[in-house]
């Protein structure tokens, strides 16, 4: 559709989301934007709030506190006119079983204001050949195509897909990898939730993790990763006695080796610090390894702590 | 499309076929005889393929995450509870009218009042729709759904029975009040022209349109203020 008349307008912006389940926090002051032509990956482990703060930014449920806007309007009281420019893909697919494949998409046609094909609909997600097979008769990855054809259809400008590759096979994912990359390419927006660490990192240009319904940390993959310290790793020889030096921890290795790792948010100089070292000293290092923090670690750091509200924790 | 799910097709059935049914065994003579088992069987019939099937189809709906797909499309919510209620509704109605129409075939006398046999049956399908989304927000799938619309089948049916077979004003006055025997009590007087005794000072074709009216409000209240889009999980 592309109905936007200023391109660097925000597709979604929240400001201090809270939603609560009775007396139980699920969304707490959670910061939110996403522009044009871009993918963010939304992601936290089961019950950190991601699908609820999908819903709150849908206008499934309105916030108990903060704002929301879509395309600039509030999507819980101007349902129907941000609908019309977005396209979902839910954790459970929810079709209609007894429809055909090619049925399924005519309804999504008639229930949309945007145009498209419906052959060429299906046919975009690899199900040309299932068109008029029920969908009851899908395989799981089958019917999560048919989700990716139907919340595409007429290219909208914001697609929101809450773990839409979850129990999918290679080629299903290949598929929705693609769609998403042309998505973004055509200048629509993505937001995706996902567990697969590496789906955000081959699709996101910018990424959130949520913990206990907070932002722990949000911004591009090297900024997030910049935020754990890398390490150099090398082994010394038996009877080498380590240097001294900040950040550097100690263990024991096999054939009475001791096992050097150095931490440091700056990788090259630790690199650098530790090699000039063992030059310096005529020490020869083993195994020497140089590696920034993955995407893993700092999930399992964030999922893993108790206060995760700092100055990182918004998604801008 | 609803008609598509087996089950959903066998309750819309299970209506129709029990009317002709018990048409052919009772065999009334008539207008008096033929109009109350058109009121008694019109009511039952509209609550066992109308009511259960509404109750069914939003509980399946909701359960299978169908509803909250149709939430994420260009539909309003009432327009999603609208167009899953509608075909429920216009076959309902229809059926209604081919079994009665059946009932003619078999030798009944025809409706004294034709026009007011629209009345009930209108309204009567609306109220099973909307009190089938209402149970449905009782129900957590297809076996709970087959226990949650027994109350409303069984109470509106004997109150039904007794309403026809004629029964003191004011215990008269109390079974109208019970939802959906309007209904029956509205067909009655469709076909016989005789209308029964007045309650409150109303007659029964003011009363048992308001008191449906009423009941269709308190269902739609009800069932919007339960409604979920969502699993109840």
């Known amino acids: 559709m592309r109905g936007r008349d200023t391109p660097d307008e925000p597709v979604i912006e929240a400001h201090g989301l809270e939603f609560r389940y009775g007396g139980t926090v699920a969304v707490d002051d959670v910061e939110l934007v996403v522009h044009p032509g871009e993918v963010f990956g939304l992601l936290g482990t089961n019950g950190a709030g991601k699908t609820t703060t999908l819903e709150l930014v849908q206008g499934f449920r309105r916030p108990d506190a903060g704002t929301v806007r879509l ?24 079709f209609l079983a007894e429809l055909t494949v090619a049925e399924t998409v005519r309804m999504t046609a008639a229930l949309s204001s945007r145009s498209d094909d419906i052959d060429e609909c299906i046919t975009r997600v690899g199900l040309g050949h299932r068109r008029d097979v029920a969908v009851g008769q899908l395989s799981g990855g089958e019917r999560r195509r048919l989700d990716i054809a139907t919340a595409t259809w007429g290219g909208p400008d914001l697609v929101i897909m809450d773990e839409p590759t979850t129990g999918l096979d290679p080629e299903s ?6 769609m998403v990359r042309r998505l973004r390419a055509d200048g629509a927006a993505v937001v995706l939730t996902t567990h697969y660490l590496e789906e955000v990192e081959a699709l996101a240009d910018r990424l959130a993790i949520m913990h206990a319904g907070r932002v722990a940390i949000a911004g591009t993959l090297e900024s997030v990763l910049a935020s754990r310290p890398a390490a150099v790793t090398a082994e010394l020889d038996a009877g080498v006695h380590p240097p001294r030096m900040p950040g550097l921890s100690t263990a024991s290795a096999g054939q009475g080796r001791t096992v050097l790792r150095l931490e440091s948010t700056d ?50 | 499309m609803v008609l598509r799910r087996r089950t959903v097709a066998l309750s819309m059935l299970a209506g129709p076929l029990m009317m002709v049914f018990f048409a052919v065994v009772v065999s009334p003579e008539g207008p008096e005889g033929w109009g109350m088992l058109a009121g008694i069987s ?164 003011v009363l048992g349109p308001l008191l449906l009216v009423a009941w269709i409000a308190i269902a739609v209240l009800g069932a919007a203020a339960r409604w979920r889009w969502t699993p109840r999980g």
């Open chain 1, 267 to 316: 990788l090259t100089r630790a690199t650098h610090t530790l090699t000039g070292w063992a030059l310096e000293a005529g020490v020869r290092l083993h195994r020497l390894r140089a590696t920034e923090a993955g995407l893993d670690e700092v999930f399992h750091a964030v999922s893993g702590s108790t206060d995760v509200a700092g100055p990182t924790g918004v998604a801008r």
């Open chain 2, 42 to 205: 019109g009511l039952i019939g509209m609550l066992l393929s109308v009511y259960a099937s509404a109750a069914t189809v939003f509980t399946l709906r909701r359960e299978s995450g169908a509803l909250a797909r149709l939430r994420t499309t260009e539909l309003s919510g009432a327009g999603i509870v609208a167009a899953t209620g509608a075909p429920l509704f216009v076959v309902g109605v229809a059926q209604t009218l081919l079994v009665l129409a059946v009932f003619v075939a078999l030798g009944a006398p025809a409706p004294a009042q034709p026009l007011l046999l629209v009345v009930p049956i209108v309204l009567g399908g609306a109220f099973c729709v909307v009190a089938g989304a209402l149970t449905s927000t009782f129900s957590s799938g297809a076996e709970s759904v087959q226990f949650t619309v027994l109350p409303l089948v069984i109470v509106a049916s004997v109150a039904a029975n007794l309403l026809a077979t004629g029964v003191d004003p004011a215990l008269r006055g109390a079974l109208l009040l019970v939802p959906g025997t309007p209904v029956a009590d509205l067909i009655v007087t469709a076909w016989t022209g005789v209308p029964g005794p007045a309650v409150a000072g109303l007659a029964p074709t």
């Open chain 1, 173 to 178: 994912r290949r598929v929705l990898w693609a």
């Open chain 1, 71 to 94: 395309f600039g309007l509030d999507p819980v009281t101007a349902g129907r006119a941000v609908r019309r420019r977005t396209g979902a893909v839910l954790q459970q697919a929810g």
